[in-house]
């Protein structure tokens, strides 16, 4: 496992009181990082992830409740945690909602909870952390996407969520090119079926879905010393899958 130093950085992982997120965030804390651990309405997972970080990785860690879909509170989400722990150096986008039913069968609720927190929520974190990250010339944003996404593949289930990923890495392209001379990087990570996906496809590559280590590998890659002039990229955690269709 690539194991960066991370030491006097401060992490935020959104969404990461469970899940991928979860694991992504316990992956920064065990290479130094103090950390942050977002929510929305998963308030004992997080108390339990922050429990878990104080008794086993000897870092700075607070939890903050926040809708990463609303401006003020995105707002609110930043001041908190940078009176605990200092301007973010590494944001991590990682809520989306999945909702794996036909298009048509989607209430218009659900169709803009599934938009909202993959595509919003990555457009607005990055955009409030930026100013810190400028502004100390240093940050890494990674962005969560899903493989496939930048082939324009889509299906008639689940559709928001194919449209948002392609917008999360349309804007993930076009974030590196505009933080090119700040000192920030901006990419994806996208998997294809996690091991603890809602859904599972009859064949998985490689006869296994993507374990959570397979998913800390490419994130903590782009957070090496290393990795600063690898910028606007995707890394498909996909063991290889090429889909004709979705």
Not at 5 to 24: H, I, N, W
Not at 115 to 129: F, H, P, Q, W
Not at 197 to 218: I, K, V, W, Y
Request: net charge negative; aromatic share 8%; with cysteine.
């Amino acid at each position: 496992m690539i194991d960066p130093d991370l030491s006097g950085q401060t992490a935020l992982v959104t969404g990461s009181a469970k899940g991928v997120g979860r694991e992504f965030l316990l992956a920064l804390a065990d290479c130094g990082a103090d950390v942050a651990v977002h929510y929305r309405t998963s308030a004992a997972e997080a108390e339990a992830v922050r429990e878990t970080i104080e008794s086993e990785h000897g870092v700075e860690v607070t939890t903050v409740q926040a809708d990463v879909t609303d401006p003020d509170e995105v707002d609110r989400l930043f001041d908190a945690v940078e009176a605990e722990l200092g301007t973010v150096d590494i944001l991590v986008n990682n809520v989306g909602a999945f909702a794996p039913r036909h298009w048509e069968e989607l209430d218009h609720e659900t169709w803009q909870t599934v938009i909202e927190t993959n595509l919003y929520g990555t457009y607005l974190c990055s955009k409030r952390a930026l100013p810190g990250m400028r502004g100390q010339e240093s940050g890494r944003i990674v962005n969560v996407g899903y493989a496939s996404s930048d082939k324009g593949l889509v299906s008639p289930k689940n559709f928001p969520y194919f449209v948002a990923k392609s917008g999360v890495l349309m804007f993930t392209r076009m974030l590196a090119a505009d933080t090119q001379d700040d000192g920030v990087t901006v990419n994806a990570v996208s998997p294809y079926t996690v091991e603890n996906s809602a859904e599972f496809p009859d064949e998985l590559p490689r006869g296994r879905a993507a374990q959570f280590e397979d998913m800390n590998q490419a994130l903590l890659f782009f957070l090496e010393d290393g990795s600063e002039y690898i910028s606007g990229q995707n890394v498909e955690v996909s063991g290889g899958w090429l889909p004709e269709s979705v």
